[in-house]
Every structure is written in C-alpha cells, then in structure tokens.
C-alpha cells in the first residue's frame, strides 16, 4: 500500500499563539491533501510565497515552493505557469505583499487571466515589521507608521479585481476553516485567475476575532457569474470598521480563456477559446 504523504515539515513555528495563520496552514494542507486523493500529482503543485509572517506558511508544508521577494509573488508564479503549464501554482502572501508593494502584478495577473490561485492572508496590517499599516487597514488604524491613527481610507481588494478581469473572486476568515478549505479548492481548481482573500485575524497587532466572529456572513442564493451582481455584493462591506456585514464566499466566478492558452497557441485561437468567446460576445 502506497503511504500517504506528510504534508508537516520539522520547521520551528515562529507565529504568535492564536494567530490566524494557523488556521490558513492547517486548511490549505486538508487542500492538498484532498487534490492529491483526486489524483492530481503532488510533484505538479508549487507554492509561491513573498516575505511576512503570511508567507513564512510554505516553511511549514512539505510541497515544492518558492520564496520570492516582496510584492513579486505573481511574477515568480507567472514564470512557472509559463514554464510548466501542468503546473497548480498557488501563490500565499499578505496584504502588505500582495495590494501594497504587489498591486500592480496583481492587476495584470487579474488582466491576464493566468490560471493562478492567489490566497491573500489579509490581516490588515504589517505583522513581521511590528504593526504599519496597509492597503487594507481602516481609517482611523493606530500602529507604528500612525500612532495618531490612519488618515487613509483602504481599498477594497475585490472591486479592484472585478474591474481588472479576474475571473475568480472570493473571501473567507481564518475564523471560518471549513468554508475556507472550500474556497481554496474552488479557486485552485478554477481555470483562470483566482483570487482568495482571507480576513486574517493578526492577535497582537490588529485583533480583529470579535468583530469579524459578530459581523461575517455567508453569501447565499447570489448568482457569481452575474457582474453587477457581483460588484454590488462586493461593495457591501469597504474594509473599513463600520458596523456593515461581511460577506463570505464566491462573488465573482467566468470561465474566460486563460493567458497561457493564448500564449501557447501563439494567438491562434482554440475551439474552446472560440467558444467562449461566443458566450462573452452574447453576455457582455
Ligand atoms: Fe500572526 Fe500577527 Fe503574530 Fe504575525 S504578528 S505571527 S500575523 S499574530
């Protein structure tokens, strides 16, 4: 009998107690763990990560991966999906890493359509540097760079790609594993860009437990291949600290050719592209 493979490695932990990362490390082993019993050769997956407490997660999986630096996750991936089209190529990184220093490879891989999983541990905040703000942290956000408190409003990540092109967009908390490991397959197994934005709960810089546990919900009876739909549900909630509810769940979701179909047909469309493209020119 073929042993099953240990997805742990001896790496020392160095997260703070009660981060939510674990919860994202424990929920995208299950994944893998699950992909590989569909079959899907554990050799044929890569991890991509960037630098953070987020990205010290492909330390702690026995899988191929890569560090690269900050905000170059997509690039990195990109170049292996390019490489090696067989490849599931999933990229983890934080927030600060993938909408600060990384938004614009962000944009073009959503653009593009590259069939990429890109799982953002979101916690709102540089953890690793001890607590600056990001894209993402809310108005009024009191940390090292803004003792007085943040004079920005954030971004919201998922706006930014639906307008760009993604053709996957998603959220789930790492208080929520179960919907979490189920997002994370669907994006993965989705042909096209994927986006998993996850709320991060950072314990001691941004400890944001209760109030995400009081106000998340999950989608139900949406329709994810509706646009308008999709940017109405997504802008429910702007990341801010307001008393709106959150929603959970699939916001977006088009099967649109992908990059490297392009790519690697050298612009000759193929049948399943011209398919598509017959959907798209009666939807749009
Ligand atoms: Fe987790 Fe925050 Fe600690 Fe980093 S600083 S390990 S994000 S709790």
Redesign the pocket.
């Known amino acids: 009998m073929m042993q099953e493979k240990n997805w742990g490695t001896n790496a020392i932990n160095t997260?703070?107690p009660g981060?939510?990362?674990f919860a994202i490390l424990n929920s995208i082993k299950s994944v893998l763990k699950s992909l590989v019993a569909d079959n899907i050769l554990a050799e044929n997956i890569v991890l991509v990560s960037g630098i953070g407490?987020g990205a010290k997660i492909v330390d702690y999986i026995n899988a191929n991966s890569v560090y690269s630096i900050h905000g170059r996750v997509l690039p990195v991936a990109e170049g292996i999906k390019l490489a090696n089209p067989q490849m599931k190529v999933i990229g983890l990184a934080g927030d600060g890493d993938t909408y600060g220093e990384g938004m614009e490879h962000l944009v073009f891989a959503a653009k593009r359509n590259i069939d990429i999983t890109m799982i953002v541990h979101n916690?709102r905040v540089y953890?690793?540097t001890t607590g600056q703000y990001t894209p993402t942290s809310p108005l009024g956000y009191k940390g090292r760079s803004t003792p007085q408190g943040s004079k920005e409003t954030p971004i919201n990540p998922l706006e930014i790609m639906l307008a760009s092109g993604a053709s996957f967009i998603s959220r789930g908390t790492s208080t929520t594993m179960e919907l979490l490991k189920k997002l994370m397959r669907e994006a993965i197994m989705h042909k096209g860009f994927a986006l998993v934005d996850i709320l991060q709960v950072?314990?001691?810089?941004f400890n944001m437990y209760e109030y995400y546990n009081k106000n998340v919900y999950e989608l139900a009876g949406h329709d994810p291949a509706d646009y308008g739909k999709a940017m109405q549900r997504i802008r429910e909630w702007n990341y801010s600290n307001t008393d709106a509810k959150i929603p959970l769940g699939v916001f977006y979701k088009k099967e649109i050719p992908t990059f490297e179909e392009y790519y690697l047909h050298l612009g000759k469309e193929t049948e399943r592209s011209q398919k598509i493209h017959k959907i798209l020119e009666n939807t749009i």
């Open positions: 997260w703070c981060c939510g990362n407490c916690n953890g690793l950072c314990v001691t810089f």
